[in-house]
Structures are given as structure tokens and as C-alpha cells.
């Protein structure tokens, strides 16, 4: 069963169950939003995005966004989701993460990009 994220009931007052592409899609997007520390039983989740809108922006902190991300996709998420491309990029005061991946179940690509530092 593929829980809803975040958790929620159906209609008929059951837990709600995700279909495989938007379930994929919230178990990249656990990894990537959560710090590592910030569970209580797997205090090595997560990749650490979230602290870098913080970090000072070049080119060396976008390809080691590119492989913490990468890496953390690879161990949390390796019997899910097979990575194809991570790749981050830097442009003035924006870094952009584009994540591509595909279920190990079927050969189609999901790309999901996440952009910080975005003028409000």
C-alpha cells in the first residue's frame, strides 16, 4: 500500500493510498525536505537542501548540492526509483535542482526541478 503524504483519509474514512507517480513523487520530495537529524529513528534521512538557501552561492556549492543530492536519492530511495540525472545550477542569486528519475517498474521519466533563492 502506498500511503498519501501527508497522511489524510478517503471518503470512506480509510487512509488514503497514493497512485505510484504522485507517491514517487512525495518520497523525492520527503528526501529532499527533510534534514538530515531531523528524524528521530533515521537520523542520517534526508539531503540537507533545505539548509542551503543559507549557504553562499557559487559553482562549488552547486555540484556538491548536485552529489549530496544525488547520493541521498541513491540510499534513501534506490529500491524505488532508479536516478538518472541530478543536476544543480547556478544563476545570480537562484539555485535550481532538476531531479530526473523512473520507477524501477517501468521506464518512464519524471523530471522535477526546485528553485531557491527566487526574488518574492
Known amino acids: 500500500m502506498n500511503l498519501n503524504f501527508t497522511y489524510q ?34 537520523p542520517d534521512f534526508g539531503s540537507g537542501l533545505l539548509q542551503l538557501p543559507f549557504a553562499p552561492n557559487s559553482q ?23 536516478v538518472q540525472s541530478v543536476t544543480a545550477s547556478v544563476r545570480e542569486a537562484v539555485l535550481a535542482v532538476t531531479v530526473s528519475y523512473s520507477a524501477l517498474s517501468s521506464d518512464v521519466t519524471q523530471v522535477q526541478t526546485f528553485n531557491f533563492g527566487e526574488p518574492a
Open 9 to 42: 483519509f478517503d471518503g470512506r474514512g480509510r487512509t488514503r493510498e497514493a497512485s505510484p507517480p504522485p507517491y514517487l513523487k512525495q518520497l523525492v520530495e520527503q528526501v529532499l525536505f527533510t534534514s538530515p537529524g531531523e528524524r528521530v529513528n533515521l
Open 60 to 82: 562549488e556549492m552547486a555540484a556538491a548540492t548536485q552529489f549530496a543530492v544525488q547520493g541521498a536519492l541513491q540510499k534513501w530511495l534506490g529500491n524505488h526509483v532508479r
